[in-house]
């Protein structure tokens, strides 16, 4: 079945250092829709990005993520990183044959340090 | 913004006791669904609904049951409560467009302890 892999476990950066959270999917259907969820403390996860384009960029809130079937990876990138930005990320993928299951990673969580 | 309300919000359950966790929607979504979260984990779908009185078993759906009686509400049912369904759970909708889910909106969670 469908799965999602990401950056194991804890990212811990400097404020101001560039972020890169990794996530790689599988699935057998060529047409997938990739997501990233933020969760902060004591929150419930919301929608960060969503793509479903090959190759083409989306961004929001200074993130910035590049769907890639090829390498079938969807990674999370921001260019400066701010201590607000200290969550837990969550990769997800669905496609339309999957009955509008949403598959999530395992999660990474961010710290963002002084 | 689409609201997604549980309740209780956290809950203490003893073994085997019967636990009900609730959820309600106003955003006139046809998908709703059930999450636990753990730690190392993520979050693990149990059960999810795409129409009133019809569920599906999400990957995880032992020990749970679930219950969709109309459009907005989805029940999750702990029949026996046990130690390792200690947890917090989330309940979420969506519309499901060109067949696929864009965007799943959560609830709060409930924060479940089972001593």
């Known amino acids: 079945g469908d799965s999602v892999t990401q950056t194991e476990g804890l990212v811990t950066l400097t404020e101001g250092l560039p972020v890169m959270l990794n996530c790689t999917y599988q699935?057998?259907?060529?047409?997938?829709?990739l997501f990233w969820y933020v969760q902060h403390l004591n929150e419930s996860p919301r929608l960060l990005l969503k793509?479903?384009?090959?190759?083409k960029r989306t961004e929001h809130q200074g993130f910035h993520a590049t769907l890639h079937k090829s390498s079938s990876s969807f990674h999370l990138q921001k260019s400066s990183a701010q201590l607000s930005d200290s969550a837990l990320y969550y990769c997800?993928?669905?496609?339309?044959?999957?009955?509008?299951?949403?598959?999530f990673g395992q999660g990474t969580k961010l710290s963002i340090k002084p | 913004e689409a609201a997604v309300t549980q309740s209780p919000r956290s809950k203490v359950a003893v073994t085997g006791g019967k636990v009900t966790l609730s959820c309600h929607q106003t955003?006139?979504?046809?998908?709703m669904y059930w999450y636990r979260q753990d730690t190392g984990h993520g979050l693990r779908l149990i059960h999810y609904?795409?129409?009133?009185?019809?569920?599906e078993k999400g990957d995880i759906p032992d020990g749970y049951k679930a219950s969709r009686p109309s459009q907005e509400n989805f029940s999750l049912i702990l029949e026996l409560a046990s130690l390792s369904q200690t947890a917090v759970y989330f309940c979420?909708?969506?519309?499901?467009?060109?067949?696929?889910?864009?965007?799943?909106?959560f609830g709060h969670g409930t924060k479940l302890s089972v001593l």
């Open positions: 979420a909708s969506s519309d499901a467009g060109q067949g696929a889910v864009e965007r799943l909106f």
């Open positions: 699935t057998i259907y060529s047409n997938p829709f």
């Open positions: 793509s479903f384009t090959d190759n």
């Open positions: 997800a993928l669905s496609d339309r044959y999957n009955q509008g299951k949403l598959i």
């Open positions: 955003n006139n979504h046809d998908y």
């Open positions: 609904s795409y129409v009133a009185d019809s569920t």
